[in-house]
């Protein structure tokens, strides 16, 4: 289980706009650092797509765009393309016991 | 184009070792900090290890903690992850990154590890 939590499965059809969620209980994890979040075909090198929590690696397309709140955090992909089909991971740092975290992933399917 | 390989990664029986070599082009690993994240089949990425640039800091995943060991050579641009009491549930693909902060921008496509008798 992961202290990350994030939806399962999200889609959408070219074009439109989805957005991915990613949550986390204060209870499940100290305070917590930026958001950052990964695109990742298996078998590929994971894609940084978004870092403190906003930021997008040069190369990104704007069509990615991050969001963070106290407790959740958001990805949003607007017009979706069919090569925007992967698994997407968000991942944070855990400061009380120095270690990385990652949500359970979200794969996207672009019907 | 800066990058990073992984290689080392085979098929071991359970309780065997294995040590995993991540190598850069056009980057000099010892000015960062570096770390390991796996996937196992069906399953979703899982933070390793971490280690500082000048290897000063170390950490490990409860689930590895005793049986992994990260560590680097400067000298030969190199990142290392031995792995030693091998389960079959470490069996996955292994992918080592640089560390920028609290985050990988440069990753590995991974070496698999397939721990099976």
């Known amino acids: 289980q992961s202290v990350l939590t994030q939806p399962p499965s999200v889609s959408g059809a070219p074009g439109q706009r989805i957005t991915i969620s990613c949550t986390w209980s204060?209870?499940?994890?100290?305070?917590?650092?930026?958001i950052h979040w990964y695109q990742h075909l298996p078998g590929t090198a994971p894609k940084l797509l978004i870092y403190?929590?906003?930021w997008r690696p040069s190369g990104v397309p704007d069509r990615f765009s991050g969001s963070k709140s106290d407790t959740s955090a958001s990805l949003a992909i607007s017009g979706l393309q069919a090569e925007d089909e992967a698994e997407y991971y968000c991942?944070?740092?855990?400061?009380?016991?120095?270690?990385?975290?990652f949500g359970g992933g979200t794969k996207l399917t672009v019907l | 184009e800066v990058q990073v390989v992984e290689s080392g990664g085979g098929l071991v029986q359970p309780g065997g070792s294995l040590r995993l070599s991540c190598a850069a082009s056009?980057?000099?690993?010892?000015?960062?900090?570096m770390t390991w994240v796996r996937q196992a089949p069906g399953k979703g990425l899982e933070w390793i290890s971490y280690?500082?640039?000048?290897?000063?800091?170390?950490n490990y995943a409860d689930s590895v903690k005793g049986r992994f060991t990260i560590s680097r050579d400067n000298a030969k641009n190199s990142l290392y992850l031995q792995m030693n009491s091998l389960r079959d549930e470490d069996t996955a693909v292994y992918h080592c990154?640089?560390?920028?902060?609290?985050?990988?921008?440069?990753w590995g496509q991974g070496t698999t590890v397939t721990v099976s008798s």
């Open positions: 280690i500082s640039s000048s290897g000063g800091t170390i």
């Open positions: 991942q944070s740092y855990d400061s009380s016991v120095s270690r990385w975290v």
């Open positions: 056009d980057l000099t690993l010892s000015t960062y900090s």
């Open positions: 990154a640089r560390v920028r902060g609290t985050y990988g921008d440069v």
């Open positions: 403190g929590n906003k």
């Open positions: 204060l209870s499940n994890i100290g305070p917590i650092y930026d």
